[in-house]
């Protein structure tokens, strides 16, 4: 493509709160207008939706495959709410409009593509975080942004790493060595990585950059790693 596209995946955490969501967007909108971008795509997580999937799938002992499908309609659904509370951010379902649009927001809305094209394995290893980069791929980007209610990877003395290799975060996890976040789902606490397991192996594979960016109320993270020309002013993690 011979014009500037970015895409960024919106956390379930982002999404399902208002000021957290409305202060991504902003930046998203003021980067798009001030020509920073041409196109910027944004595709929304599973948030609770998924998180309910889940709880049933484990309850139920329903198929992988389904709770796949499942997992990916949520996103749809989790799409379309977004498209209510920002109605000027076009709705795109269909993957050949997604590449033929030129010079707007989009939100993309991504079960009819990942239906048509079942290339990634039905697991709970592959989240919106993977989905995103199969996007990015098919797109022929370098780099895929993750919007999150995080700063980005820590380590175990609770600061950010900038840059990372995929080998480096294995290892890091394995070792203990990463901070997890802690989110409480319907009272239960669960500790979380920043991104989902198949993540790096998608990295590794199509060689496209992740960048963790922090869309949280109160902080301007997106508009500064863009904008900031020095990289100790931005806080983020690029896992490559």
Wanted: charged share 25%; hydrophobic share 35%.
């Amino acid at each position: 493509m011979n014009y500037k596209t970015a895409l960024f995946k919106i956390g379930g955490k982002i999404l399902e709160d208002f000021e957290n969501l409305n202060s991504t967007i902003s930046q998203l909108t003021q980067l798009f207008n001030e020509s920073l971008f041409e196109k910027i795509i944004i595709i929304p997580g599973g948030g609770s939706f998924a998180n309910f999937i889940r709880r049933i799938y484990n309850q139920l002992k329903f198929t992988e495959e389904i709770a796949h499908w499942m997992g990916i309609i949520s996103m749809n659904y989790n799409g379309l709410e977004l498209s209510k509370k920002f109605p000027n951010l076009q709705v795109v379902e269909s993957y050949e409009k997604l590449k033929e649009n030129r010079k707007n927001i989009c939100i993309f809305l991504p079960y009819e593509f990942i239906k048509e094209n079942d290339e990634l394995p039905h697991s709970w290893d592959v989240t919106s975080d993977s989905i995103s980069l199969f996007v990015g791929k098919q797109l022929e980007l370098n780099e895929c942004y993750l919007i999150k209610d995080v700063d980005g990877v820590l380590n175990k003395k609770n600061q950010v790493i900038k840059e990372i290799s995929t080998s480096e975060f294995r290892n890091m996890k394995k070792a203990g060595k990463l901070i997890k976040v802690i989110h409480e789902i319907n009272g239960l606490k669960e500790k979380t990585t920043p991104i989902d397991p198949y993540t790096t192996t998608l990295i590794d594979r199509y060689k496209i950059s992740c960048i963790i960016l922090n869309g949280s109320k109160n902080t301007s993270r997106i508009i500064n790693y863009f904008k900031s020309s020095g990289i100790e002013e931005k806080i983020f993690t690029m896992i490559k």
